[in-house]
């Protein structure tokens, strides 16, 4: 998601911090999520519809709670929406076979967070 745009803004990199840690509960600092980010533009060989593909039948509804909520939280965070943005939160969504009144839920919860 904060690839989405073409531009990895600090502010996306700080709520990836955020949702890394809350998750793993490791401390990461930027250089990794910005090396991470530099080597997925340079390669793009295996992109997150193709994961989500494969592995969508092995995700937990509470895993594709997570995927929404942080994709939302990613998309909101550099204060600008892109369209390629929501174009790709609509496709993370049906992949994860999320239903409409669900993923506004989803949303709700997650702007309760930002």
Known sequence: MAASDGILHEKEVDVILVILKKITG?????????????????????????????DKNDIGDDMKELIIKASYLLMISDGNIAEQETEILSEITALLDVKEDNFVRLIREAAQVS
């Open 26 to 54: 490791l401390d990461i600092n930027k250089e990794i999520i910005c090396e991470a980010y530099e080597s997925y533009q340079d390669s793009n060989i295996v992109s997150v519809y193709d994961i989500l593909n494969s």
